[in-house]
């Protein structure tokens, strides 16, 4: 049999008052996502284990069932490992923004969302005036880069700059969580004062000045790791001789090296509500010819729910259903050989909340054969009702894997 995972990113929500108090999945038409919840079997999901931050990184990992306090490693071995970056044992990797500081006021973590072309020009600029045999900047996507420090202590405590907007950076700038770390944390913040005296006045930064646009004047370093000790899926599960993961989310494609899965990029995947649904889906439909598991990763939901717009939130569950899950059952109900389908989200993304909670997930799991249970619907509410219980850790990986 093989094994078909369908994440959508943020999927599950709150109950919303103007949707008379249902939430996002109970109120969106699911026809197909509903269908599978009554021939399969559900229940829920705790994907974030405790003292971790519920960020999409540990709810994946989490899905597949890596334990983690064992692997987690933070965001920037992650950015690594998708851009092709190998990490020594003794370097430490950190996702590195590129974000726009006014004054003494960190105006936002994206630098007013630069492009990567234009960020590539100011992360080779760094390297050339900062970097060493010890110091490295690699460009990543958008605003998101990766900066590697070798023999750097990761006992540092770094704020996640979308977590500061609007207020002063020098308050949150690194400080050291043991004495051994104090080198790590004065060389990090060394180096965001100097890209601020050299990103000032770079021409790219003046034109984007001159056009409006915000500068891309400082790096954040943060999420510090080193190499995470993973063991590929197959090790665990020898039943995946071939896996694959489809998504637009660099930290996924990182989990997906890590996890021994090849990447397969869809053009016009953008990780937004105008992502390339069908080709996605195609691309699962694909992949499950040669391979014996696919992670199918959709990002909109989320992404919707930090803009905390809910009809847009509804639309992307319902374009999941249509435009995703429909076209892959239909090419897959009949084929000789058996598919498993799980549907799940990785954490909750309240639209009024705007950002992750770690509050346990609804699943679903088809496979032809499976004895269902009494749930009719797929949403947070029925699936509490579901056969499969509460579980955590790697016990739904396991229970999948082993249908």
Known sequence: MKHLIILGDGMADWAVPSLGNKTLLQYAH???MDMLARMGRTGMLKTVADGFHPGSEVANMSVMGYDLPTVYEGRGVLEAASIGVDLEPDDMAMRCNLVCVEGDILKNHSAGHITTEEADVLIRFLEERLGNERIHFYTG???RHLLVVKGGNKHVACVPPHDVPLQPFRPNLVKALIPEAQETADLLNGLILASQELLASHPLNLKRASEGKDPANSIWPWSPGNRPQMEPLATKYPSIRKG???TAVDLIRGIGRYAGLRCIDVEGATGLYTTNYEGKAQAAIDALQTDDFVYLHIEASDEAGHEGNVPLKLKTIEYLDQRAIKPIWEAIKDWDEPVAIAVLPDHPTPCEL??????PIPFLIYYPGIEPDEVQAYDEVSCQKGG??????DEFMNLFMNS
């Open 141 to 143: 996507v958008q605003y």
């Open 30 to 32: 699911t026809p197909y």
């Open 244 to 246: 694959s993961v489809i």
């Open 388 to 393: 499969y219980g509460m579980l955590e850790k």
């Open 354 to 359: 705007r950002t992750h909670t770690a509050e």
